[in-house]
């Protein structure tokens, strides 16, 4: 299974913007429609953020946003909030589902 | 309420054996690919296995493969996963995450709270 490359780590300010990258190859994160974004909060179970790519599941702030380019993957968190401080994962298909590394998003 | 639940974690020594299980409510659980999903402490989400609705196609990430074996009962809506020759990187929580009715879905929408495999001597 191909590793997702993320960021260890991303901060932002209180209302200000941030996007998390996942770069996966061009046979997975390339040639599928097939990224999701996950949040989770320490002790918490992971929580389905965006799905194929772009799609908010109900009950998700319009504030994040997903995209692609190629065979990079990104998440933007506009108008950044405390809450939003967690670790952030993405995953694709390719063959299997793969997770990334995570991204800790610190909100200063 | 749409909620999966799982059990059956504890502690267990090197080489040693557990069973998982993931109760499934709210929805009809005959209709969905169900995935396991760990997280060891420190490190990030790894997708384990999955089974297709019927439990007819399962599939495992190499590093579990040969030792893990994923399966359901939709009779019980309850899905499993058995553990054998454990190794104390296996140690993480593990969470059943409800898949798509596609298997190439990603998106796990319903994930339960967790069950905490300890493998240590």
């Known amino acids: 299974q191909s590793a997702l490359t993320q960021p260890a780590s991303v901060s932002g300010s209180p209302g200000q913007s941030i996007t998390i990258s996942c770069t996966g190859t061009s046979s997975g994160v390339g040639s599928y429609n097939l990224v999701s974004w996950y949040q989770r909060h320490p002790g918490r179970a992971p929580k389905l953020m965006i799905y194929?790519?772009?799609k908010r599941p109900s009950g998700v702030s319009i504030r994040f946003s997903g995209s692609k380019s190629g065979k990079t993957a990104s998440l933007t968190i506009s108008g950044l909030q405390a809450e939003d401080e967690a670790d952030y994962y993405c995953?694709?298909?390719?063959?299997?589902?793969?997770f990334g590394g995570g991204t800790k998003v610190t909100v200063l | 309420e749409v909620q999966l639940v799982e059990s059956g974690g504890g502690l267990v020594q090197p080489g040693g054996s557990l069973r998982l299980s993931c109760a499934a409510s709210g929805f009809t659980f005959s209709s969905y690919w169900i995935h396991w999903v760990r997280h060891a402490p420190g490190k990030g989400l790894v997708w384990v296995s999955r089974i297709n609705s019927d439990g007819s196609s399962t599939s495992y990430a190499d590093s579990v493969k040969g030792r893990f074996t994923i399966s359901r009962d939709n009779a019980k809506n309850t899905l499993y996963l058995q553990m054998n020759s454990l190794r104390a990187e296996d140690t993480a929580m593990y969470y059943c995450a409800r898949g798509g009715r596609d298997g190439n879905s990603v998106a796990f929408d319903i994930w339960g709270q967790g069950t905490l495999v300890t493998v240590s001597s």
């Open positions: 995953c694709s298909y390719a063959g299997s589902p793969v």
């Open positions: 194929e790519v772009s």
